[in-house]
């Protein structure tokens, strides 16, 4: 029976074993490749459907994060001469500011003391509890929202000593000036998490797609010999 294969790495879909589409075909297996390139196809266009509600489900992700998932497109499609399909997504910022957190705004100057919270919280499942970032009291701050230039609100924090464990420069305020960006899962990490999930059905539906092409084609068959 045919299978599919994902390569996490590239994002590709391909066919393993085409056998009984051929022996189903009989005279006409030279047709195989034609009518395995519409299956392909189908399934790949199926498999981004199912990986992205798979997501969904599984990360707590707020609004900006369910629009990158949404990004899942195909990139390259399966042809006669080459039986495989490519997703492709934009690289999201593995951002925590891309998961559920409370607050949802980022706070400046005097509304840092007046309607800040002690800390901002946040999960990455949604099996998980939301927790709050408190950083280690030592070398690592707290996180806290900032907004960027772009838009984008994102969740940081500053970062007190370097790789080497030496301390940070400090301004003559003796602020850190270092903030770094905290870290979550990425769009395509997410995407390669699940896959394993959604395989049983993805290979079932690529052999529905199959043995349909497979009818379609002795069907055109027929009918032109009439």
């Given at each position: 029976?045919?299978?599919v ?18 022996r189903?075909l ?6 195989t ?7 392909i ?19 707590a ?17 399966a ?13 999201m ?30 999960r ?5 509890t ?6 280690d ?10 907004e ?9 924090q ?9 301390p940070?420069w ?40 199959l ?5 379609r084609v ?9």
């Open positions: 029976m045919s299978r294969t994902y390569d996490a790495g590239t994002m590709t879909i391909t066919v393993d074993g085409l056998e009984d589409v051929e189903a009989g005279d006409l297996k030279k047709k490749p034609a009518a395995a390139k519409v299956a196809n189908a399934t790949a266009r199926q498999a981004r459907k199912l990986m992205v509600a798979q997501a969904k489900a599984r990360y992700v707020n609004a900006a994060g369910r629009r990158h998932l949404k990004d899942l497109v195909q990139r390259k499609k042809t006669n001469t080459s039986l495989s399909a490519e997703l492709h997504i934009e690289k910022r593995n951002d925590l500011g891309y998961f559920q957190h409370r607050p949802t705004e980022s706070f400046k100057g005097r509304d840092v003391l007046r309607r800040a919270p002690a800390h901002v919280k946040a990455v499942l949604k099996s998980s939301m927790t709050a970032l408190t950083g009291g030592a070398n690592l701050s707290k996180g806290f929202l900032v960027f230039k772009s838009g984008h609100v994102g969740m940081v500053r970062h007190t000593v370097t790789e080497r464990g030496r940070r400090r301004n003559k305020d003796g602020k850190v000036e270092k903030l770094v960006t905290m870290g979550s899962p990425s769009a395509t990490a997410m995407h390669s998490t699940v896959w394993p999930y959604v395989e049983p059905e993805v290979t079932e539906y690529l052999y529905d797609r043995m349909e092409q497979t009818e002795i069907a055109r068959a027929k009918a032109r010999k009439g």
